[in-house]
Every structure is written in structure tokens, then in C-alpha cells.
């Protein structure tokens, strides 16, 4: 039998290698290879082809127990999953430290107990008198939670043995448990795998939902190997800064739902407070029309959000290097934006600051933000302000042309709620998207009808 050979595994990314080095060879991280058990050598005489047990196969149409979602009661985060809970499921919640993961989950375990289905919680991170006085503080205390302090997958899975299957099992985080069946420290990559295989095939097997709190890493996406993410069926991340009040539970990934759905809260003194409007969250101040404003109606799954576009442009008197300070939107778009300006438009910002701000620290990833970054840069150019009550939205190409973007119809229906009485988009928007017996819809072709539209008034 061949001598099995020693592997090392990126505790970053997972990936193999057959030889230790400083750095991995993927992710490019320094110091996280460590050395793995050896895997198991099968011969050519190990045949898989016989020795199992039959797999019942079922028809698409056959008769059988439906599953229904169950309600959470928190209608934001209701919303993030697609319209609640589904038996069975696996749910991965990442975030930042601090950000209120475990306050979420504790406030949705309570309002679920409170209904009369049993929940567990279990913490790997905090003491049972840590959970407790968290759940005091939100006035939660008297919910029904069987609440755990533990990190041994055996532990838990025993106990859950003995006192029934759960509606909801919440465990915080995966990072901290430990199978005794895998070698390796918690949040080792073999470790995080195995255990959430573990949890996942009880949930699976005895249709609870499984909640899994996830860490993150310094650029943001949930630690541990890739295939984590692979295994549950939604993968969801509670967004924000710390210094804003606000939060955003965003969907990534979802097998019984629309992705990109996002729920928002508010953080006050007892816990996460949902906010049902969250475009006047960022659209708060905006009594007198400023030079540099532009209000765009993003899209977050089905669900449309205003936010303000700032921009401020500062005239350099010196050959000093102009600054690009973005803050909310992608850095490259506003490099290419800002080059069609120049190109098309005759517009010069190379002898200038540059500074662009996504009121109340949302971030865009939306490319029918182009319009309305176009129209706060060119009326922090002019100087000249923009109607208070207008929306503007359309992606912008290379040759200075405004692109039709999707759900023109809803972005116009959503503004007009609001009390904006002006819109400007892509002349392609279809007639019946616009609204025009209540909302005034302006088609803008090129990006030079803009710079026409705001410098001349027209």
C-alpha cells in the first residue's frame, strides 16, 4: 500500500496543497496553510459499483406532505427570506462583529417561542447568563427559549435527541463547534465542514430550521472554506456601519426565493426595530434643493429604495493630484463616468476633487445609478441645483447613450408614492411603465441632453 502523502489546507479559502508554504497559492493569504489529516488511499480493487443499499426514486408530481412557510412575525426579515421560514431549511447569517446578528436572531427566536413552537438556541460564544441578560435587555426575557451554552456537535445533537425535534435551532456561531470524529481546533476548515454536514443532514432529516451565525472576514465574506455556502440553502448578511443607525439583512443566495431582497432595521436602546419605509430613512433632510442632489430610485430584489446621490466637485488652484473620494458606489464606474463626461460632454474634472457620497452610508450596486451620479456630478459642476421632487435613473455606455434598466415601471410607481412629481430615464421605458396622468416622465437619449437639460435649464 502506498505511503499516503501529507496535504496542507488553507484555513482561508480550503484549498490543497501537496507542500507547506508561506503563502497561499489562491487567495494569496500568508500563514494559513496547516498541515490536514492524510486522506484515505483507495486501490483500483475498491469498486463503489455494489455492497450499498438501493435509492428510492420519486416522481416530480407525486403526492406528498407540502411544505409551508411559517411566519416569523418580524415582517423584515419575513420579507429577507422570501415570506418566512421553511421547514428543513438551512439558513448562514454572516456579518460584522457587532453588527447585531445574535440580537436578531434572539429577538426572532423569542417571537417564534412566543407562538407556541419550541426553539433552541445555542451559544458557543457566550455564557447562558450573557444570552439571558441580552434577552432581558430586550424585553424578551419571558419567551419560552431553551437556551444552551455549548460547542460539541455530539453534545447538541444528543440532547436534541432526547427532548424532541425543534422548529428552529439557532446556532452561534459554526465557527466555535467542534466534531471529537474530525482532528483540528474549532474554525478549521475540516472542522467548520463537518459540522455544519452534521447539522445540516438533523435539519434535513427531522425538517427544522437549522440558523447558522457565520464570522467574516476582514474583507467581508463569511470565513471558512467556500462550500459552507454550497451546503445551506440561504445565505443572508446583515450590512451596516456602526456609527448609522440603520441595518440591512440582505439576501445572496436563496432556493425558496428571490435573491437581493433585503430587510431593514433601525438599532435602538431595546434591540432591532424594523423600518416599513426605508427611502425617507435616506431621504431625511431634504427641505431646500441643493447643488450636487440627485435622488435615485434604486431596486433591492422586488422592493424599490430611494437614496440620495451627493456629489461635490472642488476646483484646484495648484498642479497638485486631484482626489477621488467615493463613498458608497464603485470606484471604477465613477473613474468611467467621469471619462465619458470628458469625452462626450466637454466637461473637464481632471483639475478637480472629486468627492461622491451615498446618503445615510447605503451602498449602490445598481448600474441604473449612472443617470443620477451623472446628474449630481454636473450640478456640483454648474452649481446649479435640481428639482427637489425629480428622480433620475438609466445606465450610461461608453458612447455617452442612456441604456434601458429593468423595472422602470415600479422605480416611477415607487417615487411618486413618495411625492415626486418628475422623472428622468431612458427613452425606451415602455409608455405603460410611466405613469404620466400622475408622475411627469422626461426620456433623456444621450448623456449630452443631460449636461443640456441642467447647465441651460431647459
Same mark, same amino acid.
Not at 457587532?98 to 417561542?113: D, E, F, R, Y
Not at 430610485?297 to 498642479?319: C, D, F, K, M, Y
Given at each position: 500500500?502506498?505511503?499516503?502523502?501529507?496535504?496542507?489546507?488553507?484555513?482561508?479559502?480550503?484549498?490543497?496543497?501537496?507542500?507547506?508554504?508561506?503563502?497561499?497559492?489562491?487567495?494569496?493569504?500568508?500563514? *494559513?496553510?496547516?498541515?490536514?489529516?492524510?486522506?484515505?488511499?483507495?486501490?483500483?480493487?475498491?469498486?463503489?459499483?455494489?455492497?450499498?443499499?438501493?435509492?428510492?426514486?420519486?416522481?416530480?408530481?407525486?403526492?406528498?406532505?407540502?411544505?409551508?412557510?411559517?411566519?416569523?412575525?418580524?415582517?423584515?426579515?419575513?420579507?429577507?427570506?422570501?415570506?418566512?421560514?421553511?421547514?428543513?431549511?438551512?439558513?448562514?447569517?454572516?456579518?460584522?462583529?457587532?453588527?447585531?446578528?445574535?440580537?436578531?436572531?434572539?429577538?426572532?427566536?423569542?417571537?417564534?417561542?412566543?407562538?407556541?413552537?419550541?426553539?433552541?438556541?445555542?451559544?458557543?460564544?457566550?455564557?447562558?447568563?450573557?444570552?439571558?441578560?441580552?434577552?432581558?435587555?430586550?424585553?424578551?426575557?419571558?419567551?419560552?427559549?431553551?437556551?444552551?451554552?455549548?460547542?460539541?456537535? #455530539?453534545?447538541?445533537?444528543?440532547?436534541?435527541?432526547?427532548?424532541?425535534?425543534?422548529?428552529?435551532?439557532?446556532?452561534?456561531?459554526?465557527?466555535?463547534?467542534?466534531?471529537?470524529?474530525?482532528?483540528?481546533?474549532?474554525?478549521?476548515?475540516?472542522?467548520?465542514?463537518?459540522?455544519?454536514?452534521?447539522?445540516?443532514?438533523?435539519?434535513?432529516?427531522?425538517?427544522?430550521?437549522?440558523?447558522?451565525?457565520?464570522?467574516?472576514?476582514?474583507?467581508?465574506?463569511?470565513?471558512?472554506?467556500?462550500?459552507?455556502?454550497?451546503?445551506?440553502?440561504?445565505?443572508?448578511?446583515?450590512?451596516?456601519?456602526?456609527?448609522?443607525?440603520?441595518?440591512?439583512?440582505?439576501?445572496?443566495?436563496?432556493?425558496?426565493?428571490?435573491?437581493?431582497?433585503?430587510?431593514?432595521?433601525?438599532?435602538?436602546?431595546?434591540?432591532?426595530?424594523?423600518?416599513?419605509?426605508?427611502?425617507?430613512?435616506?431621504?431625511?433632510? #431634504?427641505?431646500?434643493?441643493?447643488?450636487?442632489?440627485?435622488?435615485?430610485?434604486?431596486?433591492?430584489?422586488?422592493?424599490?429604495?430611494?437614496?440620495?446621490?451627493?456629489?461635490?466637485?472642488?476646483?484646484?488652484?495648484?498642479?497638485?493630484?486631484?482626489?477621488?473620494?467615493?463613498?458608497?458606489?464603485?470606484?471604477?464606474?465613477?473613474?468611467?463616468?467621469?471619462?465619458?463626461?470628458?469625452?462626450?460632454?466637454?466637461?473637464?474634472?481632471?483639475?478637480?476633487?472629486?468627492?461622491?457620497?451615498?446618503?445615510?452610508?447605503?451602498?449602490?450596486?445598481?448600474?441604473?445609478?449612472?443617470?443620477?451620479?451623472?446628474?449630481?456630478?454636473?450640478?456640483?459642476?454648474?452649481?446649479?441645483?435640481?428639482?427637489?421632487?425629480?428622480?433620475?435613473?438609466?445606465?450610461?455606455?461608453?458612447?455617452?447613450?442612456? #441604456?434601458?434598466?429593468?423595472?422602470?415601471?415600479?422605480?416611477?410607481?415607487?417615487?411618486?408614492?413618495?411625492?415626486?412629481? *418628475?422623472?428622468?430615464?431612458?427613452?425606451?421605458?415602455?409608455?405603460?411603465?410611466?405613469?404620466?396622468?400622475?408622475?411627469?416622465?422626461?426620456?433623456?437619449?444621450?448623456?449630452?441632453?443631460?449636461?443640456?437639460?441642467?447647465?441651460?435649464?431647459?
Amino acid at each position: 500500500m502506498a505511503k499516503p502523502k501529507k496535504r496542507y489546507v488553507c484555513q482561508a479559502c480550503g484549498s490543497v496543497s501537496h507542500r507547506w508554504q508561506g503563502q497561499c497559492p489562491d487567495c494569496a493569504e500568508w500563514n *494559513t496553510l496547516a498541515e490536514d489529516a492524510p486522506a484515505t488511499v483507495f486501490s483500483q480493487k475498491h469498486d463503489l459499483s455494489s455492497g450499498g443499499r438501493a435509492v428510492d426514486f420519486v416522481a416530480l408530481d407525486a403526492p406528498g406532505e407540502s411544505l409551508e412557510r411559517r411566519s416569523i412575525g418580524l415582517k423584515e426579515l419575513d420579507r429577507a427570506l422570501g415570506g418566512g421560514l421553511v421547514p428543513g431549511s438551512a439558513i448562514l447569517m454572516g456579518g460584522d462583529p457587532g453588527i447585531g446578528k445574535s440580537t436578531l436572531l434572539l429577538q426572532a427566536a423569542a417571537k417564534i417561542a412566543k407562538g407556541g413552537d419550541p426553539v433552541v438556541y445555542v451559544s458557543g460564544e457566550e455564557a447562558t447568563a450573557q444570552v439571558r441578560m441580552r434577552a432581558s435587555r430586550l424585553g424578551v426575557a419571558d419567551a419560552p427559549v431553551k437556551l444552551a451554552a455549548a460547542t460539541s456537535v #455530539r453534545d447538541i445533537l444528543t440532547t436534541l435527541a432526547g427532548i424532541g425535534k425543534p422548529a428552529m435551532l439557532v446556532i452561534d456561531s459554526i465557527q466555535t463547534m467542534h466534531s471529537d470524529s474530525i482532528e483540528g481546533a474549532p474554525g478549521t476548515v475540516g472542522q467548520v465542514r463537518g459540522c455544519a454536514f452534521e447539522l445540516i443532514r438533523y435539519a434535513k432529516e427531522n425538517g427544522v430550521v437549522l440558523v447558522l451565525v457565520g464570522h467574516v472576514t476582514k474583507d467581508g465574506n463569511i470565513a471558512g472554506p467556500r462550500v459552507l455556502e454550497h451546503m445551506v440553502d440561504v445565505v443572508m448578511s446583515f450590512e451596516g456601519e456602526r456609527s448609522h443607525q440603520y441595518r440591512i439583512l440582505r439576501s445572496l443566495k436563496n432556493r425558496f426565493g428571490p435573491v437581493d431582497e433585503i430587510g431593514v432595521f433601525a438599532m435602538a436602546g431595546q434591540g432591532l426595530e424594523e423600518v416599513s419605509n426605508p427611502s425617507m430613512l435616506f431621504l431625511s433632510g #431634504r427641505d431646500e434643493p441643493l447643488a450636487g442632489s440627485a435622488v435615485f430610485p434604486a431596486l433591492e430584489g422586488t422592493r424599490p429604495v430611494l437614496v440620495e446621490v451627493q456629489a461635490l466637485i472642488v476646483r484646484l488652484q495648484s498642479g497638485a493630484t486631484p482626489r477621488r473620494a467615493i463613498v458608497g458606489w464603485d470606484s471604477g464606474r465613477l473613474a468611467m463616468l467621469l471619462a465619458v463626461l470628458e469625452s462626450r460632454c466637454g466637461l473637464n474634472f481632471s483639475s478637480a476633487e472629486v468627492y461622491l457620497n451615498i446618503a445615510g452610508g447605503y451602498r449602490l450596486t445598481d448600474p441604473a445609478a449612472d443617470l443620477a451620479v451623472a446628474a449630481a456630478l454636473v450640478s456640483a459642476l454648474a452649481d446649479k441645483p435640481l428639482s427637489a421632487k425629480s428622480v433620475w435613473f438609466g445606465e450610461v455606455s461608453l458612447a455617452g447613450e442612456i #441604456r434601458p434598466v429593468a423595472h422602470s415601471g415600479l422605480r416611477l410607481r415607487e417615487s411618486h408614492k413618495l411625492g415626486f412629481d *418628475t422623472g428622468y430615464g431612458p427613452s425606451e421605458t415602455q409608455p405603460g411603465t410611466r405613469n404620466s396622468e400622475q408622475l411627469e416622465f422626461h426620456a433623456i437619449k444621450q448623456l449630452v441632453n443631460l449636461v443640456d437639460r441642467i447647465v441651460g435649464n431647459q
